[in-house]
């Protein structure tokens, strides 16, 4: 094997968020990392060695190579708006005297999401990068691990020596994406021959209009891992950037590594070129709001119907304030019993005020996102109060804890709404079960998110339909105001007769 001698350093440090710019809501250590993890040295080692997540899998690589590990600040959290740049400051400064008290390093392994913008970046996983690329200098090998639906920027690439991300979606393969970015890091540092080749196609997809499961994606995927099994690439990463990110640069990065230059770039044209080729089936069938609340008011139809509200998903980045379709319910004087959460600190504190059992004029939702209606307006009963700590039932996050802040159930005629502080786990059951709205018995339930709920809800929904509503996720990316977003770009304006530019080497 490649052992590396115990005097090989390794530097390891973690940024992990997904930002969604057309999300207003900063995240914050406080309100962001500390939910999840922002911890440091023996205290960060501890933690990621509870899950299987990516940090996890590059702390086994390096020390089954044998380096020595010197792991740094890691910063973890949970999907939404721009991160503040004090999160980003404060991750720098701990790396960067750690880079000082241990150097000369041999090498650095950055754990990062990849599509994560500060208040003033843009490119907060490139700035990252280059910062540290500029402090221990061009010899040190540098490698990442990304998300699935990071945003590789030429930053990044011009940074890092090596970058793999997810190669499933939904997303299993955490620790193992740590673990291949990491151990390529120690084979190169051993002497092996490690050449990244990539190519970035100016396109973007919603993440509800695919999988890696299944057609057409998979296919690509399948053929990428045959490529590794065969001995032909070291590693291959088809990254679809998530589309809520109003930025430039931005665009699907497709990465080949392989111990031959020239190979390594023909398989990324390769993958680039089959990716490209599917990407008008990679997108949801949407209905209108009114169209699936007629389905679950049709007397006939199985229940409970599921409408997928992922423009509002808090796992996806969105807010989760969105009133929209109980705006609906409540414009047609619908009678279906209908359940659903809504982000609303305001409607909670009142809720608290106007206490059990209680009557009360409530405003509800629609008070973060940009360009949403008006709140939803009325009487409301307090059914429950609650405070919003509840356990998941999975399979995503099975046991694991949620707390949603202060939390609410009030009653707006048949409609019942689970009104919280900070939507968390949003396509778990336990988000509404928990709370007292048990969706076996509801006619609608609207589920506010993009493919985790489907496993739980399958188990006892009639049908789940994705909806066409506003909202920072939207599926619909052309209901979305884009100022930053580069011209020629797809689905908007491309040229019919674009093709994938060649792959190139970036470093080395
Ligand atoms: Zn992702």
Redesign the pocket.
């Known amino acids: 094997m490649f052992a590396v001698s115990k005097s090989k350093r390794v530097l390891v440090c973690e940024f992990h968020q997904?930002s969604d710019t057309f999300n207003p809501l900063i995240s914050t250590i406080e309100n962001c990392f500390e939910k999840v993890r922002c911890a440091y040295g023996k205290d960060a080692y501890d933690k990621a060695k509870l899950v299987p997540c990516a940090l996890h899998g590059m702390i086994d690589a390096v020390e089954e190579f044998g380096g020595e590990l010197i792991l740094s600040q890691s910063l973890w959290g949970g999907s939404g708006g721009r991160v503040a740049d004090d999160a980003l400051n404060f991750l720098k400064e701990k790396v960067s005297a750690d880079i000082a008290k241990y150097s000369p390093l041999d090498a650095v392994f950055v754990s990062l999401?990849g599509?994560c913008c500060t208040e003033s970046e843009d490119d907060a996983s490139g700035a990252l990068l280059s910062y540290i690329r500029e402090l221990v200098g061009p010899d040190v090998v540098m490698a990442a691990s990304c998300?699935?639906?990071a945003n590789t920027t030429p930053l990044m690439l011009a940074s890092a020596d090596i970058i793999c991300g997810?190669q499933t979606?939904p997303?299993v393969d955490f620790y193992e994406t740590g673990y291949r970015a990491a151990s390529l890091g120690m084979r190169k540092l051993a002497g092996e021959k490690v050449c990244l080749a990539a190519t970035t196609i100016p396109m973007m997809t919603p993440?509800a209009g695919y999988t890696t499961q299944q057609e057409p994606f998979k296919s690509v995927m399948d053929y990428g891992k045959s490529l590794i099994a065969d001995g032909t690439l070291q590693d291959f990463t088809v990254f679809n950037v998530?589309p809520w990110l109003d930025i430039d640069p931005i665009g699907c990065t497709i990465i080949a590594v392989a111990s031959d230059e020239t190979v390594a770039c023909r398989y990324a044209d390769d993958l680039a070129q089959r990716f490209f080729a599917i990407k008008d089936g990679l997108w949801p069938e949407l209905m209108s709001v009114d169209e699936i609340i007629d389905i679950a008011e049709d007397p006939n139809s199985p229940k409970p119907v599921i409408l997928v509200d992922s423009a509002d998903s808090p796992n996806g980045g969105a807010v989760g304030d969105s009133a929209e379709v109980a705006l609906r319910l409540q414009a047609r004087n619908a009678t279906i019993r209908s359940g659903m959460f809504v982000k609303d600190p305001e409607a909670v504190k009142k809720a608290f005020e106007v206490g059990v059992g209680n009557k009360g004029y409530f405003e509800v939702g629609n008070k973060f996102t940009p360009d949403m209606p008006a709140p939803l307006k009325g009487e409301a009963v307090v059914r429950s109060l609650h405070d919003g700590s509840f356990l998941q039932e999975g399979p995503a996050g099975k046991f694991q804890p949620c707390n949603v802040g202060l939390a609410a159930v009030l009653s707006f005629g048949f409609a019942d709404i689970m009104v919280c502080e900070v939507p968390g786990a949003s396509g778990d059951p336990q988000i509404l079960r928990h709370f007292g709205i048990e969706p076996k018995v509801y006619d609608l339930i609207v589920v506010k998110a993009n493919t985790s709920f489907r496993v739980p809800y399958s188990a006892f929904a009639s049908a789940m339909y994705n909806a066409d509503t506003p909202g920072a996720g939207t599926s619909n990316l052309k209901r979305l105001v884009w100022r930053k977003l580069p011209k020629n770009y797809y689905p908007f304006d491309l040229a019919e007769d674009y093709v994938p530019a060649p792959a190139t080497i970036r470093r080395g």
């Open positions: 997904e999401h599509a998300d699935l639906h997810y979606y997303h993440p998530q």
